[in-house]
């Protein structure tokens, strides 16, 4: 029974920051690849970014690289995003996503959280 649940969502200003956090279980934790994927309103799923089970590569797109940082503590079964210099477009629900494979697996969203919302204004 996997289980991720998200939190820290909440509004912040431009230019503002955030921490979100996705706790999880029911899995081998450090066994997989996680990543947050996002949806604003009226718009598709975006992805945001990836870490590899360990920690040591993340992967992001380009308009979120130098903003946004995904990291993870595996003692605590835990996957973070650090989110800074928020801008309008960021508002959405974030989502924590764990893969469906093992270990190198950077490239399914097999379970998904209920999500956090990010509220961008001024």
């Known amino acids: 029974e996997v289980q991720l649940v998200e939190s820290g969502g909440g509004l912040v200003q431009p230019g503002g920051s955030l921490r979100l956090s996705c706790a999880a279980s029911?899995?081998?934790?450090?066994?997989?690849?996680m990543s947050w994927v996002r949806q604003a309103p009226g718009k598709g799923l975006e992805w945001v970014s990836t870490i590899t089970r360990n920690g040591g590569t993340t992967y992001y797109p380009e308009s979120m690289k130098g903003r946004f940082t995904i990291f993870r503590d595996n003692a605590k079964n835990t996957t973070y995003l650090r989110m800074n210099s928020l801008k309008s477009d960021d508002p959405a629900v974030y989502y924590c996503?764990?893969?469906?494979?093992?270990?190198?697996?950077?490239?399914?969203?097999?379970?998904w959280g209920q999500g956090t919302q990010v509220t961008v204004s001024s």
């Open positions: 996503t764990k893969p469906l494979g093992i270990f190198n697996d950077y490239g399914t969203f097999g379970s």
């Open positions: 029911g899995f081998t934790f450090d066994y997989y690849a």
